[in-house]
């Protein structure tokens, strides 16, 4: 039996019920302020179901689903996939500088 469904539409952070069922992340390692784009959430939802909370979600690209940002010069590590020697893919790490100096 199908259930009632009333789906909702964000366009992005600015729209309600887009942050509907998403806490804010706490501070990990030496990020330095809440994002400007998620305030702090990561991801918003692009498409919600109001009855079930079943929803599509987007990261913020702005802080890579962190929800915090470096406001400095200290480099940004981020989650990555590069081919081995062998020709494999293989997790690593890339750090990028902050974009967001002020």
């Keep these: 039996m199908a259930h009632e469904k009333r789906i909702v539409t964000c366009t992005g952070p600015g729209d309600p019920h887009c942050f509907d069922g998403i806490g804010k992340l706490t501070r990990r390692g030496e990020l330095d ?60 790490t890339r750090y990028d500088p902050s974009d967001d100096r002020e």
């Design 33 to 92: 302020k809440l994002c400007p784009v998620c305030s702090g959430h990561g991801e918003w939802n692009v498409e919600i179901d109001l009855v079930s909370q079943r929803a599509k979600r987007r990261f913020c690209p702005k802080c890579d689903g962190r929800g915090w940002i470096e406001t400095g010069d200290d480099l940004v590590p981020s989650p990555d996939i590069v081919m081995s020697d062998k020709g494999y893919p293989m997790w690593t």
